[in-house]
């Protein structure tokens, strides 16, 4: 009979090796990001998992998001004093210790029963900006009441402008900082794995800032359709084009940031339009299967508006501090976290989303170092080459570490 495969082999150490004692407590910690995502994958419903981890259509441009970063090289430069690297960082106004920040997600109560006060509690103990969705499960007021960090409002354009205008009213007197108006979702992506699973919101939990009535059809699945795809076609306006943000900007002297620009031309209608800041995103391949990776369409981005002064946020893909180097060094001010933030907060709800904040700024110092670049404005494009797939580690195989 043949051993199975996990069973010890031969013990193959040298005489002298010193035995490392007993294994660490258990759980050790996280060394790395991906830990957080084992740790969630084991607490999360399986339809729930699908829904965070999914994308839209094939899944290829939720790939290309990660194997966009294998293209990437370093190019350290030594001999520099890297005694003190600092990640400071300033953004509309903002004082930030980490450019690291955490992307808009939906539902936080479908994670941690806390959802996105315990985010705020994360992020805030980071010195990490929080970009709230609109589809929180959480009360804006809620969120803002326990925060210790600045917060940015997400918002989809609403049919109902009367909602529209009363959330954009409620995030200022709540002191939320900004006002980010999602560009990429006039229809939900085609999400096969929501579909198969007949994915609807729980009863007990739902986005809560919206009006419950506008809500009722997020916790319905309908066949061959998620709930979630009849709920924001119900809820989203499609007919929305650049000449309706005057009317969201005279609504508000917050900030606008408009998120889900991948083009030079979209770009430069954005500042045309009074943006203050843009996001280049593909909402994490859940939107345009097909879509560039959102790494390959920064550079055209940051060149279309640099000169304009507008500040350029990335996100989409980014799994440690060395993926949020090579997206600061492409010229991105800031890089948001999507599904590693949910990771953390599965796993263990405000100390998990500070962990993953913190690996992702430990990790980012530590590049910074090793790349001489001891302060954020030395991140540039110096600092990187870009080519052929440099490696297999970020290029993960479909349905694993995505
Ligand atoms: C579960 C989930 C829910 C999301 N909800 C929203 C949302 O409500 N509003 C929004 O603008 N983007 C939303 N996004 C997109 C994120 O803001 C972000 O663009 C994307 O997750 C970044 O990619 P990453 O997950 O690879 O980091 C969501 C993403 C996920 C994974
Ligand atoms: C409720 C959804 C519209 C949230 C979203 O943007 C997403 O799932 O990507």
Redesign the pocket.
């Known amino acids: 009979m043949s051993a199975p495969v996990d069973a010890p082999g031969p013990d193959v150490r040298a005489p002298d090796t010193v035995p490392l004692g007993p294994p660490p407590a258990d759980p050790p910690p996280a060394l790395r990001i991906e830990d957080y995502r084992h740790r969630a994958r084991r607490r999360l419903d399986a339809r729930v998992w699908d ?4 994308g839209a259509g094939s899944e290829r441009t ?1 790939r290309a ?2 194997r966009a970063f294998a293209r990437v090289t370093l190019r350290p430069r030594v001999l520099v004093d890297v005694a003190a690297c600092d990640t400071g960082t300033e953004l509309l106004g903002a004082r930030l210790a980490t450019p690291v920040g955490v ?5 936080h109560r479908l994670l941690h029963p806390d959802g996105e006060v315990a985010t705020a509690l994360g992020a805030g103990a980071a010195g990490a900006l929080y ?1 709230v ?3 929180a499960s959480r009360t804006l007021e809620e969120i803002a009441a326990e925060a210790t960090g600045p917060l940015w409002l ?1 918002l ?1 354009w609403l049919r109902r402008r009367e909602i529209l205008a009363g959330l954009v009213e409620r995030a200022a007197a709540a002191g939320y900082r900004a006002l ?1 108006l ?1 560009l ?2 006039p229809q939900l992506g085609r999400r096969h794995r929501d579909a198969r699973n007949g994915f609807a919101i729980p009863s007990g939990i739902s986005a809560v800032n919206l009006d419950a009535a506008l809500m009722a059809s997020a916790h319905r699945s309908d066949a061959g359709r998620s709930a979630l795809a009849v709920h924001t076609a119900e809820a989203v306006d499609p007919s929305v084009t650049w000449a309706d943000l005057a009317w969201l900007r005279g609504r508000s002297e917050l900030p606008l940031v408009l ?2 620009v991948l083009t030079a031309e979209d770009a430069v209608l954005a500042v045309e339009h009074g943006a203050d800041a843009i ?1 280049v ?6 939107q345009l299967d097909g879509a560039p990776a ?1 790494l390959d369409a920064l550079a055209e981005v940051v060149d279309a508006v640099g000169a304009a002064g507008c500040p350029v946020l990335f ?5 440690s501090g060395t993926d949020a180097f090579a997206a600061l060094a492409l010229g991105a001010r800031a890089v ?7 990771w953390g907060l599965a796993a263990d709800g405000a100390a998990g989303v500070a962990g993953v904040l913190g690996l992702a700024t430990e990790e980012l110092a530590h590049t910074m170092a090793l790349t001489g670049r001891p302060a954020l404005p030395a991140v540039d494009r110096s600092a990187v080459a870009r080519g052929a797939a440099a490696g297999t580690a970020a290029g993960t195989a479909p349905g694993t570490g ?1």
């Open positions: 829904f965070v981890q999914g939720l998001n990660r992307a808009p997600t939906a539902y970009v969705s609109v589809f997400q989809y980010v999602t990429d979702a998120k889900g996001v995103s593909n909402h994490g391949g859940r959102s996100d989409g893909g980014v799994r948001l976290l999507g599904r590693p933030v949910l995505l």
